[in-house]
Structures are given as structure tokens and as C-alpha cells.
């Protein structure tokens, strides 16, 4: 984590690695705060989910300046106030969500202007990869409920008035120069090792950053 930028933070990190800025983290669980506030030191951050302790602590609790205990499925975002984030992240949700474009277009009146957001969730291309313990296929997952495609989502921004600044497959080349390191680590850690470790190299998953 004190490392390596995560994969989701680096298109923003030389622009608000020293600055003050409103983050709302959609799906904040997994350590994300404490992730965040150490790349964002000076960020005020925001999470949102359904569950508050999904794989977070109390560090990670502690350090939220906010929370939206919100499902997306079922509930309004009415109580996210508009025109208030510098940035959003909305990293492998919508696979989740029957919804998801409807999501978007609630999360975008959320951004200020010139406010970003990010988005990440698998590819169409992972329908075809070999099957692992912790997802390497889409199907891995029996949570993950529908497929979006880079086009239709592109389309969807451009039509609300966004800027696609950047997206593609996800790829980073020093991820997958230190996969061997990742299968180790997952090996001694684990006794197993994840799917994730072969994201990058397979193409598992697709991005899009846009600007408001």
C-alpha cells in the first residue's frame, strides 16, 4: 500500500497528492480510507456503501470525514450533496448493481465543475478467462449481475455533459513485472493465490476517467 500508487489513484495523484479536495469513495470498503488518506493526506474523504465494516477497521472508520450508508439498488443518493466532490471513485460497483447506469447519472449532479470521476469493472474479455479462486472470470463472482460495456458507458458520459479524459483496458506494466513477488506473497499469505494477481497481464478489467 506505502509503495506502489494503487492503479485507481494515479491519474490523480501529481494533481491532489498535496492539495485539499472533497474525495467521495463509492464501495469504501477494503481498507480504502486508510489507502486514500495516506496517497491524499489532505483529502476530506467521503465513503459510501451499504456496509460500513466491509473489510474496514476502526483506523479506516476513524479517518472517514463522512459516510453514506446507502444501497444502491434500493435507495435515493438525495442526502449526497451536489456540486460538492473534487472526485469520485466508483471502482468494480456497477458489476454489482442492475442499475448501474441510472447510478452514474445520480453520482455525476454530485461533482463540482471540473470535478472527475473514476470508474472500473470488469471487461467483456473476462467472460473468457480461466476460472480462479478470488476472480479471474467474471463468473467467478455470483454477486457480479450484469456486463457494461466501454462504448455504451463512453456514450453515457459524453450525453451528460462530460469530458473523457482517458480509458482503456487496465494495464500496468509494473504490476505486471512484480506479479511473481504478488503469487509468492499469496502463496506464504494465503496458501493460495488470487485471481487478481492476473488482472493486469490477462485485461481483466476495463477504466474510464472523465472530467465534469
Same mark, same amino acid.
Request: proline fraction near 5%; include cysteine.
Given at each position: 500500500?506505502?509503495?506502489?500508487?494503487?492503479?485507481?489513484?494515479?491519474?490523480?495523484?501529481?494533481?491532489?497528492?498535496?492539495?485539499?479536495?472533497?474525495?467521495?469513495?463509492?464501495?469504501?470498503?477494503?481498507?480504502?480510507?486508510?489507502?486514500?488518506?495516506?496517497?491524499?493526506?489532505?483529502?476530506?474523504?467521503? @465513503?459510501? !456503501?451499504?456496509?460500513?465494516?466491509?473489510?474496514?477497521?476502526? $483506523?479506516?472508520? +476513524?479517518? /472517514?470525514?463522512?459516510? #453514506?450508508?446507502?444501497?444502491?439498488?434500493?435507495?435515493?443518493?438525495?442526502?449526497?450533496?451536489?456540486?460538492?466532490?473534487?472526485?469520485?471513485?466508483?471502482?468494480?460497483?456497477?458489476?454489482?448493481?442492475?442499475? @448501474?447506469? !441510472?447510478?452514474?447519472?445520480?453520482?455525476?449532479?454530485?461533482? $463540482?465543475?471540473? +470535478?472527475? /470521476?473514476?470508474?472500473? #469493472?470488469?471487461?467483456?474479455?473476462?467472460?473468457?478467462?480461466?476460472?480462479?479462486?478470488?476472480?479471474?472470470?467474471?463468473?467467478?463472482?455470483?454477486?457480479?449481475?450484469?456486463?457494461?460495456?466501454?462504448?455504451?458507458?463512453?456514450?453515457?458520459?459524453?450525453?451528460?455533459?462530460?469530458?473523457?479524459?482517458?480509458? +482503456?483496458?487496465?494495464?500496468?506494466?509494473?504490476?505486471?513485472?512484480?506479479?511473481?513477488?504478488?503469487?509468492?506473497?499469496?502463496?506464504?499469505?494465503?496458501?493460495?493465490?488470487?485471481?487478481?494477481?492476473?488482472?493486469?497481464?490477462?485485461?481483466?478489467?476495463?477504466?474510464?476517467?472523465?472530467?465534469?
Amino acid at each position: 500500500m506505502k509503495v506502489i500508487v494503487p492503479f485507481k489513484l494515479t491519474f490523480f495523484h501529481k494533481k491532489f497528492k498535496d492539495a485539499s479536495f472533497n474525495l467521495l469513495d463509492v464501495g469504501c470498503g477494503n481498507h480504502s480510507p486508510s489507502i486514500a488518506k495516506y496517497w491524499f493526506p489532505r483529502c476530506r474523504y467521503y @465513503g459510501l !456503501d451499504r456496509d460500513p465494516h466491509y473489510n474496514n477497521d476502526s $483506523r479506516d472508520t +476513524g479517518l /472517514m470525514d463522512g459516510f #453514506y450508508q446507502i444501497d444502491l439498488v434500493e435507495d435515493t443518493l438525495d442526502e449526497v450533496p451536489n456540486e460538492f466532490f473534487d472526485l469520485v471513485i466508483m471502482a468494480h460497483i456497477i458489476e454489482h448493481l442492475p442499475n @448501474g447506469e !441510472d447510478v452514474i447519472k445520480g453520482l455525476l449532479p454530485k461533482l $463540482r465543475k471540473n +470535478g472527475y /470521476m473514476y470508474l472500473e #469493472y470488469p471487461s467483456f474479455r473476462s467472460t473468457r478467462l480461466p476460472s480462479m479462486r478470488g476472480t479471474l472470470n467474471f463468473f467467478d463472482d455470483p454477486t457480479h449481475c450484469r456486463l457494461y460495456s466501454q462504448m455504451d458507458l463512453y456514450n453515457l458520459f459524453m450525453v451528460n455533459g462530460c469530458k473523457i479524459v482517458k480509458g +482503456g483496458t487496465r494495464r500496468r506494466a509494473l504490476f505486471i513485472v512484480l506479479m511473481p513477488l504478488r503469487v509468492i506473497h499469496d502463496l506464504v499469505r494465503h496458501r493460495y493465490v488470487s485471481g487478481s494477481a492476473f488482472w493486469d497481464l490477462m485485461g481483466f478489467a476495463e477504466y474510464i476517467v472523465v472530467q465534469k
